[in-house]
């Protein structure tokens, strides 16, 4: 693992959501989706954040702890930090796409989710609201443009249901950029009411509830989309 994929695993534990770039491809809907999980290099401590701390995989506290380190020259600090700032300028660059009815057969779903908290994350660490902005502009696109699902029948699998594996794996970065962004002040009340209505409308009914991974997936979102 180079030293930028290992400050980039410090810089924020991601459950399920990968930060790769633009060309990564959504697994296929067809097959049941599993993983096996790799031991890491050891990384330097970090102060712990304190528990009652807002954030979902990680604090704006702790994340600007970090940016802190990265700035005193530190490994892998340094870095995950560059690498984070590299990929959110290329988020800059890519306008939201939202398409209705969101279905797996049309893949910006994936990509945006992943644009909205990349930007967010790099909005913390280094204070620039040029991209909190972008992030909102992402997530207000796909609330406003979609208010509906297609091939996401919750309790089957296949291509004809993958509509809910997608969902249930990357909406959720959706809510974690909002989060993110809340703590900064950039989303407002209006914007986060906008957003709650559209989780409980749009994105909840099409969480899986099939007794596999699929379901693990699911069940992870309705709780992120319900807090």
Known sequence: MSVAAAGLAVLVAVVGIQLAGPGAAEPDPTA???GTSQATSPTP?????????????????????????????????????????????????DEPRPHNPITYRRGRFLQDARNAYTLALASVVTGDRTYAGHALTIIDAWVERTDSTRHACTTNGGSECATSLLVSRHAPAIVFAADLLESTGALSFESRERLQRWLA?????????????????GTFMRIVVAD
């Open 201 to 217: 409308d749009v994105i909840l009914p099409a969480a899986s509830q099939r007794t596999n991974s699929w379901g693990d997936a």
């Open 45 to 93: 401590s970090v102060p712990a954040t304190s528990p009652t701390a807002s954030g979902y995989l990680v604090a704006g506290d702790e994340l600007r702890r970090r940016a802190e380190l990265a700035r005193d020259g530190q490994e892998p600090y340094r870095a995950a930090v560059d690498q984070l700032v590299a990929a959110a300028e290329q988020a800059l660059d």
């Open 32 to 34: 049941t989706p599993g």
